[in-house]
């Protein structure tokens, strides 16, 4: 498996796989570790067969691998999955361990502060890159934070769809940000479709930031 390693900006890395079998099921642990809707995964060190059969028992059926194609991950969060699994006694996939090699050397240069952003298809990038700005810098998420929590019924509907999807509440505002910054609105009101040229102009502002070389 070749996984394509980049830093696209200061602390953003960008993962891009050949397929979407093999990023979804590189990143699905680590992914689901940060932000599964379920319980008994969420924040847990779980095997993949449990994993699974959660999945399946509340889908239907075990359709992971072609449900998602872009994740996302802070390095907070991928420092504390590594120490916990390495006290667990669930081992590593091979292309889990291969993820690792390749995050550790982002830990050792920068700690918890960097964001992790992998993809398999390049329409997939600014949806990521948007959580990464979202948590690494304090002012974009502020600013973008004004934009979407105006009181507008496309943001209402926006919210309890994604809730109803299985993002968690706590990572709602994120996921709302991600997709208005991507979305091509079409029939929508003069304000919404300018609070989101607003809400691009800010989201190219920190593009324009390129990582030293």
Not at 38 to 62: C, H, L, Q, W
Not at 90 to 104: G, P, V
């Amino acid at each position: 498996m070749k996984i394509e390693v980049n830093e696209i900006h200061p602390r953003v890395v960008l993962l891009k796989f050949e397929s979407q079998y093999e990023i979804a099921s590189t990143m699905m642990m680590l992914q689901e570790y940060y932000e599964s809707p379920y319980e008994n995964i969420f924040r847990k060190i779980v095997s993949y067969e449990e994993y699974m059969d959660t999945y399946a028992k509340d889908t239907g059926n075990f359709t992971y691998f072609s449900d998602w194609s872009g994740f996302n991950v802070p390095g907070n969060i991928i420092m504390e999955y590594r120490n916990k699994h390495a006290h667990s006694d669930i081992l590593y996939l091979k292309k889990e361990k291969l993820l690792f090699e390749i995050l550790s050397r982002y830990i050792e240069k920068y700690g918890d502060n960097f964001y992790v952003i992998a993809i398999y298809k390049e329409t997939d990038i600014k949806h990521e890159q948007a959580h990464a700005f979202y948590y690494l810098h304090k002012e974009y998420k502020k600013e973008i934070n004004k934009i979407i929590n105006k009181r507008l019924k496309y943001f209402k509907d926006k919210k309890k769809k994604l809730l109803k999807i299985g993002y968690r509440i706590d990572m709602v505002d994120d996921e709302q940000q991600a997709y208005f910054i991507e979305t091509k609105l079409s029939n929508e009101s003069t304000r919404l479709i300018g609070l989101q040229k607003k809400a691009i102009k800010l989201f190219n502002r920190y593009t324009k930031v390129r990582r030293k070389k």
